[in-house]
């Protein structure tokens, strides 16, 4: 008679399943010991098995909000030369004015 009968290796295959499915967790020590200890009653293997299928929480770099940037001029609004401090036409590549080379707003 083999030792490990068959349905016993299913059966424990199937107590371990939870353990199993968040193998790749890295709460998986939690998990396991949880399945362990608490896997023979139905609860805590139920427990077990919908921690290790629930989703893992991304570890997301807390981003704070970016402050509203200047909107970049809209086409076709003027602006004013750095240099000589006269308006200009938005996209113009040097001052309407003085010449100086202006910074490319677009395109
Ligand atoms: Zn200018």
């Not at 008679?1 to 939690?30: E, G, N, Q, W």
């Not at 896997?39 to 704070?64: D, H, K, M, N, Y």
Request: aromatic share 12%; glycine share 6%; net charge positive.
């Amino acid at each position: 008679m083999p030792i490990f009968h068959p349905i016993l290796v299913a059966s424990l295959l199937l107590y371990f399943l939870p353990a199993f499915l968040a193998r790749k967790r890295s709460d998986f020590t939690a998990i396991f010991v949880l399945n362990l200890v608490a896997g023979w009653t139905f609860i805590g293997w139920i427990i077990a098995l919908v921690w290790a299928l629930s989703s893992e929480q991304q570890r997301q770099v807390a981003v704070p909000a970016q402050p509203a940037a200047a909107p970049p001029p809209a086409s076709g609004t003027s602006f004013f030369c750095s240099a000589c401090g006269k308006a200009c036409e938005a996209g113009a590549r040097f001052c309407t004015s003085c010449g100086a080379a202006l910074p490319a707003t677009s395109r």
